[in-house]
């Protein structure tokens, strides 16, 4: 029979500060634990709810929306909506300036190690499907296992046969005179020794 005395607590939510929950001057007024009225019976108790105008309501939000962009500002470091802008175009020009850098990187690797223009798009794959980054040391490692993605010369310019030089006996170069040897030590000494 303890149990009938006693009054359970009601716990009610305070607000915590995030956006969901209205401050504690803004928020309606909740309903206070229900009170005896002797011998074990109890009566429900409610205070009339708080309502908003729509002016209020107007107000609230405004005032969320203001301290939620100042705290964004000072984030960013920009005293306002158009430096916030000009900042937000900067970086997306950057990412714009740094996706190029990397297009031209990867054309130039594929250049520099003769890759075939057909086979572009089969090393791209290689690269993402692997989950690597695109490098020009981990293309040239790639070729070591895939030379189908270079360029391969075209037939015309294949020599057919290896091509050999033979001369036929009798037909070499003539060793020098020994009166041509002495006139190349003239040239070459001075025509005071050979006098």
Known sequence: MENQNQVTPVVTEQPTGNENTPATNESPETPTAPQETGAGQQSDVKQPERTFSRDEVTRILKRRIDRYQKSVFTKYGVKDASEFDSLFQK?????????????????????????????????????????????????????????????????????????????????????????????????????????
């Open 91 to 195: 970086a997306k020009g950057y990412d714009d300036i740094v996706k190029s850098k990397d297009e031209l990187a990867e054309k130039v690797a594929f250049l520099e190690n003769n890759i075939n223009p057909e086979r572009y798009d089969d090393v791209r794959t290689y690269f993402k499907g692997k989950g690597l980054p695109f490098t020009e040391e981990g293309l040239k490692t790639a070729l070591e296992s895939h030379p189908e993605w270079l360029k391969q010369a075209p037939e015309s310019a294949k020599p057919s046969k290896p091509t050999t030089t033979i001369r036929s006996v009798g037909t070499e170069p003539r060793s020098p005179s020994a009166k041509d040897e002495k006139e190349i030590a003239k040239k070459l000494f001075g025509d005071d020794l050979f006098d």
